[in-house]
């Protein structure tokens, strides 16, 4: 089982390098972890964007590109089509994403995934290490569904399901988050979340439990009093593996509060159902990007060891 972010870490020195599509590295944190991932032995580079960029950049931060195996391509939406293309025909182990907007790599995989006969629902999986805890626990979706109805909270559920099976959790616990109130019947998202809970019970989410706690508060109930305090014992609560988030705007909220949150990093991710796709935000710098190519080629493996059914 993968338990925290340095097991991640020594899983991808042991069983890298993998192939890693960097879609447009046209930034100097990306090119940093680039630069970075290889020289760690995680990942042989493939690099697609701009060539006069690129060079620059590769000068810049002393990253010497001349054996790394390039495509020149100044089109947003052709970078992304060529590296995702490369991840669904096994060409490469992980796709990255460089300088370029994320709705041009969703719209690469949703595609892709069309014309494998899947039709996921693309979602991102934001995993948390949190001091303490003794597991890794997640927020999902924080990327792409905006308001997402039961029927794509479902393959929400089952994408990160997937992920934690990969990881090694056999049977991991979710928490639909959601608010409720008495007057006027409960919201919608935790009508969902009652939908959520007799779906996982008969199976149709693959291997899971969702709780009954569909808060913080909740999850940490048999502590309230320690809660109210503020010094509850996080690695001591029934501390949930996924959490589902009720809208994309929740999601991106919460999942950010990292960065004021000393004990706790970050690393996110897209599950395609050929391999996973490494997703920065704006904000990151090369140890987070570098993080998450090591998340990627963590999953890159498990997936190749036939971790999961």
């Known amino acids: 089982m993968i338990r925290s972010f340095a097991d991640m870490d020594r899983l991808?020195?042991?069983?890298?390098?993998?192939?890693?599509?960097?879609?447009?590295?046209?930034?100097?944190?990306f090119m940093l972890a680039v630069r970075d991932s290889a020289a760690k032995g995680y990942t042989r580079p493939v690099l697609i964007g701009d060539r006069e960029k690129m060079e620059r950049l590769a000068d810049q931060v002393q990253y010497d590109i001349g054996s790394t195996e390039k495509i020149y391509e100044k089109s947003r939406q052709a970078i992304a089509d060529l590296g995702i293309n490369m991840l669904f025909s096994g060409e490469v182990d992980i796709a990255g994403k460089g300088q370029i907007p994320t709705a041009y790599i969703y719209r690469a995989i949703i595609r892709e995934e069309s014309k494998a006969g899947k039709g996921k629902v693309v979602s991102v999986i934001s995993l948390w290490d949190i001091e303490g805890l003794e597991h890794l626990t997640c927020f999902?979706?924080?990327g792409v569904n905006i308001t997402p109805d039961y029927r794509a909270k479902a393959e929400i559920v089952r994408n990160a399901v997937f992920l934690f099976h990969l990881l090694g959790y056999p049977q991991p616990k979710i928490c639909v988050l959601s608010g409720k109130r008495e007057i006027n019947g409960?919201?919608?998202?935790?009508?969902?979340?009652?939908a959520l809970k007799k779906?996982?019970?008969s199976g149709e989410l693959g291997?899971?439990?969702?709780m009954e706690a569909a808060s913080f508060l909740d999850i940490f109930s048999?502590?309230?009093?320690?809660?109210?305090?503020?010094?509850?014992d996080i690695g001591k609560a029934d501390f949930p593996h996924i959490m589902l988030v009720p809208n994309l705007a929740t999601g991106n909220i919460l999942v950010k509060l990292d960065f004021a949150l000393k004990n706790v990093r970050r690393r996110s991710l897209v599950m395609s159902s050929r391999g996973p796709v490494i997703i920065p935000s704006r904000s990151d710098f090369r140890d987070s990007i570098l993080g998450e190519i090591a998340a990627g080629v963590t999953v890159a493996e498990q997936i190749k060891g036939g971790a999961a059914s």
């Open 12 to 29: 991808a020195s042991q069983k890298g390098p993998k192939r890693l599509v960097v879609l447009a590295p046209e930034d100097e944190e």
């Open 140 to 142: 999902t979706d924080t």
């Open 186 to 194: 409960d919201i919608p998202s935790y009508q969902d979340c009652l």
């Open 199 to 201: 779906a996982a019970a």
């Open 207 to 210: 291997a899971c439990e969702v």
């Open 222 to 232: 048999p502590g309230r009093k320690a809660f109210r305090r503020g010094d509850i």
